[in-house]
């Protein structure tokens, strides 16, 4: 059974950066395409950034490109979310989805997905 695990979320001060992990279990990690998604109260999942299961192809939403950089390593069955410049609007719930290739952008291109992690940006 795959399982996906999210850590590094906390409260931070706006300008500030985070580290957000994606810890795989239970499968091969090298076979799939890795995706972060974040969820506010009220809204549907919002695509963050896609990464191909090689790491070599990168896709980010308008919002974060820039300020996010999203990396993986494939040794360690990790994926990581780099988030700088983090701004009040970038709060949010944020988790990790393990899907087939090509990297997709919407949730429906993943097949499992980690609990979450809470993100908190104070202005």
């Known amino acids: 059974q795959v399982q996906l695990i999210e850590s590094g979320g906390g409260l931070v001060q706006a300008g500030g950066s985070l580290r957000l992990s994606c810890k795989v279990s239970g499968s091969t990690f090298r076979q799939y395409a890795m995706g972060w998604f974040r969820r506010t109260p009220g809204t549907e999942r919002e695509f963050v950034a896609s990464?191909?299961?090689?790491?070599?192809?990168?896709y980010y939403s308008d919002s974060v490109k820039g300020r996010f950089t999203i990396s993986r390593n494939n040794f360690k069955s990790t994926m990581y979310l780099e988030m700088n410049t983090l701004a009040p609007e970038d709060t949010a719930v944020y988790y990790c989805?393990?899907?087939?290739?090509?990297?997709?952008?919407?949730?429906?291109?993943?097949?499992?997905w980690g609990q979450g992690t809470q993100v908190t940006v104070s202005s």
């Open positions: 990464i191909s299961y090689s790491g070599l192809s990168t």
């Open positions: 989805g393990a899907g087939d290739e090509p990297p997709g952008t919407t949730p429906d291109r993943y097949d499992y």
